[in-house]
T-cell receptor, first 113, second 112 residues
Framework: DARVTQTPRHKVTEMGQEVTMRCQPI?????VFWYRQTMMQGLELLAY????????DSGMPKDRFSAEMPDATLATLKIQPSEPRDSAVYFC???????????FGPGTRLTVL | AQSVAQPEDQVNVAEGNPLTVKCTYS??????LFWYVQYPNRGLQFLLK??????LVKGSYGFEAEFNKSQTSFHLKKPSALVSDSALYFC??????????FGSGTKLNVKP
């Protein structure tokens, strides 16, 4: 049963620290998405990759966030420096094509103190 | 501009009754429409999708959705609700092989 995996599942850190979240998409999927979910803002798209190339990161605060796909089996989302307002659940999702359904990982719950 | 609207923050229904969760969309081009469900402390799970063809789409767990082009709607339905259907439901649209747009979510409460 192929699944998207995310690590860590939970992260508590202090303001100003660097945070790195990792995602392993489903093998063979060529689209990868990063989302952030909060009670106030709902589900927000942060970044979108197709064939490892970034296509859209307009939803991501550029000064502190960065997203990369070093290879087809790993996507990373970094926050440096982190701030309390970054506290949220971050989801990675992958899909077999640009208009196919997405498969979501279990999320990383980030708390920035 | 592409957008998705879920006009109800919450829907309450008694177990055994039919349920409807509403979704309307605005896209340029032919829409690809999706429904996802999210249980507490979990990621979103795909329920069903409309790409083309029959306007009534059947999906997982007995859910179905009806695509209505003239009303630009894609409402989620189930003939008989279960308590275990209680969750957060998201509608999403994708057009022209572009990125996905998600609605704000509707919390479904099914009471015994």
């Amino acid at each position: 049963d192929a699944r998207v995996t995310q690590t860590p599942r939970h992260k508590v850190t202090e303001m100003g620290q660097e945070v790195t979240m990792r995602c392993q998409p489903i093998l063979g999927h060529n689209t990868v998405f990063w989302y952030r979910q909060t009670m106030m803002q709902g589900l927000e798209l942060l970044a979108y990759f197709r064939n490892r190339a970034p296509l859209d990161d307009s939803g991501m605060p550029k000064d502190r966030f960065s997203a990369e796909m070093p290879d087809a089996t790993l996507a990373t989302l970094k926050i440096q420096p982190s701030e309390p307002r970054d506290s949220a659940v971050y989801f990675c999702a992958s899909g077999p094509g640009p208009s196919n359904e997405q498969f979501f990982g279990p999320g990383t719950r980030l708390t920035v103190l | 501009a592409q957008s998705v609207a879920q006009p109800e923050d919450q829907v309450n229904v008694a177990e055994g009754n039919p349920l409807t969760v509403k979704c309307t969309y605005s896209v340029s081009g032919n829409p690809y429409l999706f429904w996802y469900v999210q249980y507490p402390n979990r990621g979103l799970q795909f329920l069903l999708k409309y790409i083309t063809g029959d306007n009534l789409v059947k999906g997982s767990y007995g859910f179905e959705a009806e695509f209505n082009k003239s009303q630009t709607s894609f409402h989620l339905k189930k003939p008989s609700a279960l308590v275990s259907d209680s969750a957060l439901y998201f509608c999403a649209v994708n057009a022209n092989f572009n990125k996905f747009y998600f609605g704000s979510g509707t919390k479904l409460n099914v009471k015994p």
